[in-house]
């Protein structure tokens, strides 16, 4: 049979791509859109039951697009201490690519949901929650890839992490936090890039998108956000996650970040 001229849509083809927080949510949808693309998927989360949920309800969606092999789970508390979270990892690695198999590619849209006080109560620990999962995990999961043992040391490999658009447009009123935290996963990113070279590093800079954590906000809520950007609408979890893909392809890309976010950016109201 003859090779395939496809030059494009074969680039992910048998590609090892690890996806933390693939249980739900926009990370659910880069696991779908990898396994469409050919690649061959792990899903990492903490809720291992959701894990095992969320690899039914894939295997029935694709049927036998699905090869044996080709999608597996891992169950991760990303909030643990690096003596005892680097140990899970090294394990998760080796299984997802064993013997002389490399991962190529890391998606992190992992992120706790905790309480978010106004700026007259906010403490250090609300800073440290969100800090644990969104920056200092990441940083200990580049450490641990860094080795080529588990990612080769090429332009062909990358990391693409998540962010949001509220560090460079915070909405008045809003947690302080946020906004932090946004900012330092975009810093975190180009010190990464810098560091991991060749390996490329990137981010995912969100908007409002449909996903459980806005699925707990009233529709009054959900109306205002939508109001707030120029497209009048929350964005479909399967539209952003083109941007994790498109990060996979290009090989030119690293330290920068790419905004999805319905146009709120640009929208002249608040």
């Known amino acids: 049979m003859a090779s395939s001229p496809f030059k494009y ?8 791509v690890l996806v933390f927080g693939g249980s739900s949510g926009i990370g659910l949808a880069v696991a779908e859109a990898a396994l469409e693309h050919g690649a061959v998927v ?9 894990l095992a949920e969320v690899a039914e309800q894939l295997k029935t969606t694709y049927g036998s697009h699905i090869n044996d092999g080709q999608l597996s789970t891992f169950s991760i508390d990303l909030t643990l201490p690096r003596e005892q979270l680097e140990p899970e990892l090294k394990q998760a690695f080796a299984q997802f690519a064993p013997n002389s198999a490399k991962i190529h590619h890391v998606v992190f849209t992992a992120g706790n949901v905790p309480s978010m006080p106004g700026l007259d109560q906010v403490t250090a620990d609300d800073f440290k929650d969100l800090l644990v999962v969104r920056t200092v995990a ?16 090429s332009t062909a490999s990358s990391i693409t992490l998540t962010g949001a658009v509220n560090a460079s447009r915070p909405l008045p009123g809003m947690p302080v936090q946020g906004p932090a935290i946004g900012a330092a996963i975009e810093g975190l990113c180009r010190g990464l890039a810098a560091t991991l070279a060749p390996i ?26 939508a109001q707030r950007t120029m497209l009048k609408k929350i964005g479909k979890v399967e539209d952003i996650a083109e941007a994790y893909i498109y990060f996979m392809k290009d090989e030119s890309a690293t330290g920068v970040s790419l905004v999805s976010d319905n146009g709120f950016m640009v929208s002249p109201g608040m």
């Open 9 to 16: 849509i074969n680039k992910l083809q048998d590609k090892r």
């Open 42 to 50: 792990g899903l990492v989360s903490s809720n291992a039951e959701k």
């Open 138 to 153: 990441p940083t200990i999961i580049a450490s641990v890839l860094k080795s080529e043992k588990y990612m080769e040391s």
């Open 200 to 225: 490329r590093v990137n981010t995912v800079l969100a908007g409002t998108f449909d996903t459980a954590l806005t699925a707990r906000l009233s529709a009054e809520v959900k109306q205002k956000l």
